[in-house]
């Protein structure tokens, strides 16, 4: 049976160029974003039919992974690879920076993959599987 890969942040930028690489490898792939248009015409454009799942949710939000998480595991039986992908920067420096924003940076980029980890180790050490 074809790999299973989850992908957060994966309807655009580097997630979406990965998820395209592995579809065309024969992975069946999930990706996750915050954004459901930006989302849809990922699958639009990637036409992969039954072997990609969009998921809207957001990386920092641990109800948010978990479901996502289930949904892969529900859909294909398996969980072969993870990819935290989803991250941002914030344009100028510091001093510019609203607190609020830095906060949800902060949350998305380390809170995020660490909540991944944690969600998907148990399905990756049945699978053998792996973390990128």
């Known amino acids: 049976m074809e790999p299973a890969t989850l992908i957060t942040g994966g ?3 580097i997630g979406a160029a990965t998820a395209r690489a592995l579809l065309k ?3 069946r792939v999930a990706v996750t974003g915050r954004d459901t248009d930006k989302l849809a015409a990922f699958a ?3 036409g992969a ?3 990609l799942l969009t998921i809207t949710g957001d990386t920092s939000d641990a109800h ?3 479901s996502a998480v ?3 595991v529900e859909a294909w039986g398996q969980l072969d ?3 935290a992908n989803a991250g941002f920067s914030l344009p100028g420096n510091l001093e510019s920076h609203a607190p609020e924003d830095m906060r949800a940076m902060v949350l998305t980029n380390v809170l995020g993959p660490a909540l991944l980890v944690r969600e998907t180790l148990p399905h990756l050490r049945e699978s053998k599987g792996r973390i990128v």
């Open 25 to 27: 490898q024969g992975h």
């Open 49 to 51: 039919g039954e072997r």
């Open 64 to 66: 948010d992974i978990a």
């Open 44 to 46: 639009a454009s990637a």
């Open 11 to 13: 309807s655009s930028g």
């Open 81 to 83: 690879n993870v990819i």
């Open 70 to 72: 289930r949904r892969v």
